[in-house]
């Protein structure tokens, strides 16, 4: 679902919206009916119900969708009235503009008949778990070696380290870690590096 506009003004610019859960399709037809110039990427996934399977159409980044415009017009209190709108995505001087180039990104993959999903934001420092794998349930930093992952166990006792090449699909951030990473001996640690 989308109303994207073929002109760029100055002042226009793309924004994220948070929806209400599961209401990104009823905010998006509902900003179609207005006139709001907005992006809602999707993607095909696979549902299993107890006596069928079938491929559905699911929000490529659930709970958000994007509107084009100038943050200062009137479209902005339209778009915080739309029912299943939460409001926009900022910090505390105000709603963050994007950068069209990553809107024209992801609907070149959306539109590429690639299947596409959404994955969170890592960089490297950040805390990580693997989710997958023989390596399931560990802890660690998320480090950059060249153009592949990999998981770093520390033992800093020996000041010594080894890793083992993971996917980026195995290991999502992290919160809270567990006491003790996933050793309870304290001196060893987890590392993951990409």
Known sequence: MSHIPNASLPNVHWYAVWTKSRHEKAAAARLEAL????????????????????????????????????????????????????????????????????????????????????????????????????LLGMEGRLLRFGAQSHLVISIEMIQRSISVTVADDQVEPIVNPSPGYVNETPAIHAYAAN
């Open 35 to 134: 006139g709001v110039a907005h992006y809602l990427p999707m993607r095909s996934e696979a549902r299993q119900w107890s006596d069928r399977k079938q491929i559905v159409e699911a929000p490529l980044f659930p709970g958000y969708l994007f509107v084009h415009l100038d943050i200062l017009s009137r479209e902005k209190l339209e778009v915080l009235k739309t029912p299943g709108v939460a409001g926009f995505v900022g910090n505390s001087t105000g709603p963050l503009p994007i950068p069209g180039s990553q809107i024209d990104s992801v609907r070149k993959l959306v539109c590429s008949g690639k299947q596409v999903s959404s994955r969170p934001l890592l960089t490297e420092g950040d805390r990580v778990r693997v989710v997958s794998g023989p």
